[in-house]
């Protein structure tokens, strides 16, 4: 499992919109999850976890992304960075 991190700092309902469109096709990218969530102190401070099966098919999906010009018009403070999941706890 793998998931690409992405940070934004945009208008939330304008961003969402352009997400829910979904130009980039996240079923046909691969994604199998996502998750959204914002800043408490800053409702358009935006992050969202996609998830994936595996980092080739993360890496794939960001370049899908990056070369779709779908984030042009948003303010990314951290660009979409694909991690793999090196220890996961439940408390």
Avoid: C
Wanted: charged share 25%; net charge negative.
């Amino acid at each position: 499992m793998a998931f690409m991190l992405v940070h934004y700092n945009h208008d939330f309902d304008e961003w969402k919109s352009m997400f829910d469109a979904d130009p980039v096709g996240r079923a046909q990218g691969g994604v199998k999850a996502h998750s959204i969530s914002r800043g408490v102190d800053d409702p358009n401070e935006i992050f969202v976890r996609l998830e994936f099966d595996s980092v080739a098919d993360a890496k794939a999906f960001r370049e899908r992304l990056l070369s779709s010009g779908v984030l042009d018009p948003v303010s990314v403070k951290t660009p979409p960075t694909v991690v793999d999941v090196v220890e996961s706890q439940t408390y």
